[in-house]
């Protein structure tokens, strides 16, 4: 595609609902990451895959996190029991090469949780 | 630790004024160091990317020079307009983190 595209762009659950966030990275790229940015805050990593591999998850903030990529394309973020520190907009990113060079990144997903 | 620390937090300036915004992180053993702009409810758009072998990069009306041993970047504006009214975030990869370590932003706003 044109770009990196995320869905839904806006999510409200109620406090221990699970969540799914789709991210469909350029076409091609080979690296995707998923970053959360707090209001007023710069984004942090949570997790990076290369292809289908998960080769980084320290910044995932607890086990109710989780995020998939099983063909090496599109990739999923799933938040079980959420928790209203969760609230936060969760942005993805993709690169073309295995590096991380220039990223391009999606308008986010943004996850209220009341 | 490895950290990102932007100042000012946030920065008003009449249209047209030069301006410098400013970058500095802990470790000088970085890979790259990248700016970025993120526009209200949007995403982050790359605006320049300085690898570490590099001094400063130039994009049109923006510069971004690099000084690791002082653990410093600066992003330079010059003309600035109304459009330019934003945040920017300096963003760094060191070589034993292998992700971006970004700064909380400047949030730049450009007066008429």
């Known amino acids: 595609g044109a770009g990196v595209s995320q869905s839904p762009r806006y999510k409200v659950a109620k406090r221990g609902q699970d969540v799914a966030l789709r991210c469909d990275p350029i076409?091609?790229?080979?690296?995707l990451f998923w970053y959360q940015q707090a209001l007023g805050q710069g984004p942090e990593f949570l997790t990076y895959f290369q292809n289908e591999a998960q080769l980084d998850k320290s910044g995932l903030p607890s086990d109710r996190f989780f995020a998939e990529r099983p063909e090496g394309s599109v990739s999923t973020l799933k938040i079980q029991r959420t928790q209203q520190e969760d609230s936060a907009v969760y942005l993805c990113?993709?690169?073309?090469?295995?590096?991380?060079?220039?990223?391009?990144f999606g308008e986010g997903s943004r996850l209220t949780v009341l | 630790k490895q950290e990102v620390t932007q100042i000012p937090a946030a920065l008003s300036v009449p249209e047209g004024e030069n301006l410098v915004l400013n970058c500095s992180f802990t470790?000088?053993?970085?890979?790259?160091l990248q700016w970025f702009r993120q526009d209200p409810g949007k995403g982050l758009t790359s605006l320049l990317l300085?690898?570490?072998?590099?001094r400063e990069q130039t994009s049109g009306r923006l510069n971004a020079s690099l000084d690791k041993s002082s653990g410093r970047s600066t992003l330079y504006i010059a003309a600035s307009q109304p459009g330019d009214s934003a945040t920017y975030l300096c963003a760094v990869e060191w070589r034993s983190q292998g992700n971006l370590i970004f700064g909380k932003g400047t949030k730049l706003s450009v007066k008429p």
């Open positions: 076409s091609g790229h080979v690296s």
């Open positions: 300085i690898q570490s072998s590099q």
């Open positions: 990113a993709s690169t073309q090469t295995e590096s991380l060079g220039e990223l391009f």
């Open positions: 470790d000088s053993a970085i890979y790259n």
